[in-house]
Antibody, heavy 114, light 113 residues
């Protein structure tokens, strides 16, 4: 059974940092590009970052470029999202996904509020 | 970036009706190399993550009921749900995976009339 399990979310103050993790199982994690996608409360889906299967390329949405860093550890089947200089508009559910296979995690909530 | 425009934003239906959701892309999603359209449809129920229904515009994901039908080519795509059931009440999103970054439509909320 394919599983993507995110963790590391929570309530933080503006300007803070947070690191999300996503542990994959049930498929060959190291063969697929992985994405982070977020969804603000009552809003639609926003793609924010992609990392190639071998970490050779990384892409970011303009809204997070320079503040967020995507990375992965294929030996641990784990995807990461390091988030710095968090803003209230970063408040959202964050999903990791292997979009090419249609695999999504259950999401982790990040709330940025003073 | 490719802009995905979805319509309508919400739709009220009765069980048993057939509904159509439209998705228009700002650029063609048709690959000249393999003649495939790189368009996916997702269903999202409250409190759940999105579930892939359709990929390559018209291919149903394994286990998806055949009442879900994807069609279209180029820049215009449609998701048709025939004989809507109560379990189909959800938000639906189109997404292009023709080029990076992948982009989503704003969503269509399917509600009970």
């Amino acid at each position: 059974e394919v599983q993507l399990v995110e963790s590391g979310g929570g309530l933080v103050k503006p300007g803070s940092s947070l690191k999300l993790s996503c542990v994959a199982s049930g498929f060959t994690f190291s063969s697929y590009g992985m994405h982070w996608i977020r969804q603000a409360p009552k809003k639609g889906l926003e793609w924010i970052a992609l990392i190639y299967y071998d970490s050779s390329n990384k892409y970011y949405a303009d809204s997070v470029k320079g503040r967020f860093t995507i990375s992965r550890d294929n030996s641990k089947n784990t995807l990461y999202l390091e988030m710095n200089s968090l803003r209230s508009e970063d408040t959202a559910m964050y999903y990791c996904a292997a979009l090419s296979r249609g695999y999504w995690g259950q999401g982790v909530m990040v709330t940025v509020s003073s | 970036d490719i802009v995905m425009t979805q319509s309508p934003s919400s739709l009220a239906v009765s069980a048993g009706e057939t509904v159509t959701i439209n998705c228009k892309s700002s650029q063609s999603l048709l690959s000249s190399g393999n003649q495939k359209n790189y368009l996916a449809w997702y269903q999202q129920k409250p409190g759940q993550s999105p579930k892939l229904l359709i990929y390559l515009a018209s291919t149903r994901e394994s286990g998806v009921p055949d009442r879900f039908i994807g069609s279209g080519s180029g820049t215009d795509f449609t998701l048709t749900i025939s004989s809507v059931q109560a379990e189909d009440l959800a938000d639906y999103y189109c997404q292009q995976h023709y080029s990076y970054p992948p982009t989503f439509g704003a969503g269509t909320k399917l509600e009970l009339k």
